[in-house]
T-cell receptor, first 111, second 114 residues
């Protein structure tokens, strides 16, 4: 059975304190791994797509990486506006079009 | 574009009542998804459409749930009769190419069934 596990569940950071979020997956034939950001009271917002091990994507203070078993979302020198829940999702080879989401990591960045 | 528009934003109803959630996707997006989010189960895909045709409804919990897409700019998710365990946030999302994993989500409908 396909599984997506995110850790930690919650993360509290001081402004400027870099850290990493983990997304480990067990999927039959990974088509792609995706990162989303969700603010309270809003729908998830797309951040990155990763297709193969070794691939990296960057956007401002965020950098996503992918291995054969897990993905990391690195937050460098975070600011309070980076506070959100970060969701990881996978698309399996036999489930085109369907994203399976992890439970998310809630990040709070304090000034 | 205004993005994906969902209505209502909040719905409070009593057990046994019919509930209809509405969604307007982004113009030009051929794919439309209905997701449900709860603390216990996270985000779950209920059903998705391609060019107004339901492609996969394996996530629909039971026969009480039904979804339609009568045209490219409108979709509904109906629950009849509603039960307290249906309480959740329901999201609609649209996409040009879900293979890229890039879905555009609406702000959701917070449903409370008393």
């Amino acid at each position: 059975e396909d599984q997506v596990t995110q850790s930690p569940e919650a993360l509290r950071l001081q402004e400027g304190e870099s850290s990493s979020l983990n997304c480990s997956y067990t999927v039959s034939g990974l088509r792609g791994l995706f990162w989303y950001r969700q603010d309270p009271g809003k729908g998830p917002e797309f951040l990155f797509t990763l297709y193969s091990a070794g691939e990296e994507k960057e956007k401002e203070r965020l950098k996503a990486t992918l291995t054969k078993k897990e993905s990391f979302l690195h937050i460098t020198a975070p600011k309070p506006e980076d506070s959100a829940t970060y969701l990881c999702a996978v698309q399996a080879g036999d489930s085109w079009g369907k994203l399976q989401f992890g439970a998310g990591t809630q990040v709070v960045v304090t000034p | 574009d205004a993005g994906v528009i969902q209505s209502p934003r909040h719905e409070v109803t009593e057990m046994g009542q019919e509930v209809t959630l509405r969604c307007k996707p982004i113009s030009g997006h051929d794919y439309l998804f209905w997701y449900r989010q709860t603390m216990m189960r996270g985000l779950e895909l209920l059903i998705y459409f391609n060019n107004n045709v339901p492609i996969d409804d394996s996530g629909m919990p039971e026969d009480r749930f039904s979804a339609k897409m009568p045209n490219a700019s409108f979709s509904t998710l109906k629950i009849q009769p509603s039960e307290p365990r249906d309480s959740a946030v329901y999201f609609c999302a649209s996409s040009l190419d879900p293979g890229e994993g890039k879905l555009f989500f609406g702000s959701g409908t917070q449903l409370s069934v008393l």
